[in-house]
């Protein structure tokens, strides 16, 4: 079945615990990409990537890393969480960056 | 000022009725998406568009390239379209997205 995995779907944490949430998908799909969803502000592109080795930032970077080291997996680093990035985030995938979007099913993210 | 804007932000019907939601883009484009989401759920991508029209069964997009503009319409409505639906576009010669704020829809039985 083609699908995006994103994990942890729930996680708690304190200030400056470095978390990871990783990002899977299984259709080798070229363009990945990160979004956090904030009531009031909708979806918020954080970085996408292109292929393997190229990433880029989207619109709220500041504060995440990426990596894209290989075609299907493509995780989201948060290296000192601070209690702004308590969100909702989302992974998605797509065969390239104009087309059809292959979202997880989010991993809801706080931090205290 | 938004670069994608949609309308209504929130939206009540009977089932059964004629639905149409509107977004509204201020730059140039090469894709624009129209998004899924139920309460609680994950996102499922409804439609990508870059011209033209696009029907799935109830659902029928369309998109003006010259005025800026798609419409999502639901033609006989039912209870589980109560979602809340976003619009989204790629930035011609950007590989960046960007969403509009969502409309919610609820659909009475």
């Known amino acids: 079945e083609a699908q995006v995995t994103q994990n942890p779907r729930y996680l708690i944490t304190v200030t400056g615990k470095k978390l990871t949430v990783t990002c899977s998908q299984n259709?080798?799909?070229?363009?990945m990409s990160w979004y956090r969803q904030d009531p009031g502000l909708g979806l918020r592109q954080i970085y996408y990537s292109m292929n393997v080795e190229v990433t880029d930032k989207g619109d709220v970077p500041e504060g995440y890393k990426v990596s894209r080291k290989e075609k299907r997996n493509f995780p989201l680093i948060l290296e000192s969480p601070s209690p702004n990035q308590t969100s909702l985030y989302f992974c998605a995938s797509s065969l390239n960056w104009a087309g059809e979007l292959f979202f997880g099913e989010g991993s809801r993210l706080t931090v205290l | 000022k938004n670069e994608v804007e949609q309308s209504p932000q929130n939206l009540t019907a009977q089932e059964g009725e004629f639905i149409t939601i509107n977004c509204s883009y201020s730059?140039?484009?090469?894709?624009l998406h129209w998004l899924q989401q139920h309460p609680g759920g994950g996102i499922v991508s409804l439609f990508m568009?870059?011209?033209g029209k696009k029907k799935h069964g109830r659902l029928i997009a369309t998109i003006n390239i010259q005025e800026k503009h798609s419409s999502l319409h639901i033609t006989a409505s039912h209870p589980r379209d109560s979602a809340v639906y976003i619009c989204a576009v790629t930035v011609g010669g950007n590989e960046k997205l960007t969403f509009g704020t969502g409309t919610r829809l609820t659909i009475i039985p």
């Open positions: 730059v140039g484009i090469s894709a």
């Open positions: 568009l870059s011209s």
């Open positions: 259709m080798n799909h070229e363009y």
